[in-house]
């Protein structure tokens, strides 16, 4: 074996061997995979401004993502199963929200840079209470996402799913959430106009994703 | 949506397009001048539009938007409708004008 496959061995096991040291003793535990059945870790204290939310099966479900494959022919199929999710409570400014991910990992906390869509595992929140969770209640792990009016990001997640960290952003408030006011953004638009939230106060206000592609 | 905005007239109604073309690849100055013959050819070329670097990943960032659709804003900057389509606008403007 040659010195720079020896010297990649080892770091490759090192690392192996000092990932669950690491989460014990709660540092960051970034992009972690599990697999169906993965040990879960024992839960850990809430640092400061952090938040550690328990996880429970849950009687919540979400539409999963869309798959496309090739069937007979090559023609495309598509498939979009439901995800079954493990959930807990988090309360937040006095009101409680149910919290949710797939009871199974891999639990991606980073997007891959390469994919047009976002790519790491989604966080549900149930906003209104009403057991539902439609496309707009799941926000990507890798951005700060919304409860409430307050932002959070994930730091770590229990490769067995029976835990999430959660830890207070300071970033401005973003998401849409319905009932709930819109966050401030800025903008520019294609003549060069800033374009504000409350350039729109008084006016009803029209968000359209499109594309020409 | 032109059709709902010119029975409302853009003193009540202002529409905000998002557009996510630079995500598929699109250089930004491309996908103005794609953008704006596209807006033409449906009458539509004097509302703003805002071409996004990132695309959806921008869209997903500021607002969690991760696909495409309309969301409502109402007058006073309470969200009132997420993923919907024309017909559903319709409903919602004249729900909110009756109040």
Redesign the interface.
């Known amino acids: 074996m040659s010195r720079s496959r020896l010297s990649d061995l080892i770091c490759a096991t090192t690392f192996v061997l000092a990932l669950p040291a690491l989460s014990l003793m709660g540092c960051q535990i970034q992009n972690v995979q599990a697999s169906a059945g993965a040990k879960p870790l024992p839960m850990p204290a809430a640092g400061k401004d952090e938040v550690v939310v328990k996880l429970q099966p849950s009687s919540l479900k979400r539409e999963g993502v869309l798959r496309i494959g090739k069937g007979w022919f090559g023609m495309p199929t598509f498939d979009r199963k439901d995800e079954v999710l493990v959930s807990g409570r988090i309360k937040v400014d006095g009101e409680n929200f149910e919290i949710g991910i797939p009871n199974v990992g891999p639990y991606l906390l980073t997007t891959e840079e390469d994919e047009y869509r976002n790519t790491s595992m989604r966080v549900s929140i149930d906003a209104d209470n009403n057991g539902e969770l439609p496309d707009h209640e799941s926000w990507f792990s890798s951005n700060p996402f919304r409860i409430g009016d307050r932002m959070f990001t994930v730091r770590a997640v229990d490769p067995g799913g029976t835990w999430m960290t959660l830890a207070k952003s300071d970033v401005p408030l973003a998401g849409v959430i319905l009932g709930r006011r819109c966050p401030d953004f800025e903008l520019w638009s294609t003549s060069g106009k800033k374009l504000t939230l409350s350039d729109y106060k008084g006016k009803y206000l029209l968000l359209d994703v499109w594309s020409m592609t | ?1 032109k059709g709902i905005q010119e029975k ?1 007239g853009k ?11 630079c ?4 250089d930004p100055k491309r996908a ?1 001048e ?5 807006m033409t050819k449906q009458g539509v070329q004097h509302w ?4 996004l670097p990132n ?3 921008d ?17 006073d ?7 919907i389509y024309g017909g559903e ?1 319709e409903a919602l ?1 004249s729900k ?1 004008a009756r109040k």
């Open positions: 949506m409302l003193d009540k109604l202002q529409v905000v397009l998002l557009s996510v073309d995500g598929y690849g699109m103005m794609a953008d704006l013959k596209s703003t539009n805002v071409v695309g959806m990943k869209t997903a960032r500021m607002f969690n938007l991760d696909g495409y659709g309309l969301t409502l804003v109402d007058p900057g309470i969200v009132r409708g997420i993923d606008v403007l909110g």
